[in-house]
């Protein structure tokens, strides 16, 4: 669906939830920050109060086309609608991609007629881009190999959980700068917060990524820094997170990087140069005890279970907003559908 407004171009007269109706969420880019603090705060007060949320998109339907496998993004989108009173219908794409059958503009001309909104977990970042820009309904990106926006968000909102507003929180990511990571640096630099990313010479986020994300960051007082140090990244920080070293479709690489990223292993020494008050964070699944030990996965310092829960809240939350129905109590009694 077109009519992404060009960021900060935010208008007294249009609310976010006047604003985000209607509209996709390809990239974490394409929220302002009065957007994703709506998002935010709706996903917060969907966690503590969902009963007034039971019925808000009655007998709306959702479809899920997914390239890859997946258990948190599928079952949170899954239950996220099914607990607002729509329903899911999946797609398993994991054998044929996306528009090998027939065109993406074809198939979102068919679905937006049958569904209310389209999520996508795609290799290719474009299939995301051109199924918006086909289908009249919104389409969120469930992860691509660009980016996971709605990980990011979650992620987010459960360190705001701890911390209350982040803004001039010094968040770290160390690893492979990956689809993960490029989220995080957009999401961190929208909300205000510092963000150190810490990965070996050749695996560091996508420049363009990096320059979006020092774009915002410049009109909301953060700053993005990027380092080849893993301890260097780390010192001082309030959160680090880490990814696995290889994504999906990048498994024939395993070998080769896996002494690359060794000395970006989060153990209990890599942590130690942390804030004493840290979160460890992680987006799951983790290859234990490769870019993570089993002491810091499940140790009193990581919030990797809070994450996962808080996947479902924050997709509420967008879901209700992209749907139009992020106002106040929408679906408190039956009245909230369609
Ligand atoms: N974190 C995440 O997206 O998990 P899944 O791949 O299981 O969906
Ligand atoms: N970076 C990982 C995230 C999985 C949730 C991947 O793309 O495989």
Redesign the pocket.
């Known amino acids: 669906m077109a009519g992404k407004p060009v960021l900060f171009q935010e208008l007294d007269s249009v609310s976010p939830q006047e604003s985000l109706a209607g509209r996709d969420l390809c990239s974490a880019a394409d929220l302002t920050p009065g957007e994703l603090a709506a998002i935010l705060q709706l996903a917060h007060d969907v966690k503590l109060n969902p009963a007034n949320y039971r019925w808000a998109l009655d007998a709306r339907q959702m479809v899920m086309f997914f390239e890859k496998a997946s258990l948190r993004t599928r079952l949170t989108f899954e239950t996220a609608i099914n607990t607002l009173g729509g329903s899911a219908v999946f797609v398993d794409q994991t054998q044929s991609p996306l528009g090998e059958r027939e065109s993406l503009a074809d198939i979102a001309r068919n679905v937006e007629r049958w569904v209310s909104v389209i999520v996508l977990r795609t290799y290719a970042h474009e299939t995301i881009t051109e199924m918006a820009q086909y289908a009249s309904v919104p389409v969120v990106n469930a ?1 691509s190999d660009l980016e ?1 926006p709605c990980q990011a968000i979650a992620d987010f909102m459960t360190l705001e959980e701890r911390f209350g507003n982040l803004r001039g929180f010094n968040f770290t990511y160390v690893g492979d700068g ?3 990571c490029h989220s995080l640096m957009l999401i961190a630099a929208l909300l205000g917060a510092h963000c150190t990313v810490g990965t070996p010479r050749n695996y560091a986020p996508k420049a363009d990524i990096v320059a979006q994300a020092r774009a915002i960051a410049n009109t909301t007082g953060s700053h993005i820094t990027l380092v080849n140090d893993p301890i260097a990244a780390v010192s001082g920080a309030d959160a680090v997170y880490t ?2 070293c290889t ?2 479709g990048f498994e024939h690489e395993a070998t080769k990087r896996a002494p690359i990223f060794k000395p970006y292993q989060v153990n209990e020494t890599l942590l130690s140069y942390a804030a004493p008050t840290a979160v460890f964070m992680h ?1 799951l699944p983790a290859h234990r005890n490769a870019e993570v030990t089993d002491a810091v996965l499940d140790g009193p310092q990581s919030v990797v279970f809070g994450q996962a829960e808080n996947r479902m809240h924050a997709q509420k939350a967008l879901l209700l907003m992209l749907l139009g129905k992020g106002g106040a109590h929408p679906g408190a009694r039956n009245g909230g559908g369609l």
Request: with cysteine.
């Open positions: 992860l996971h990956n689809n993960v990814d696995v994504s999906m987006c």
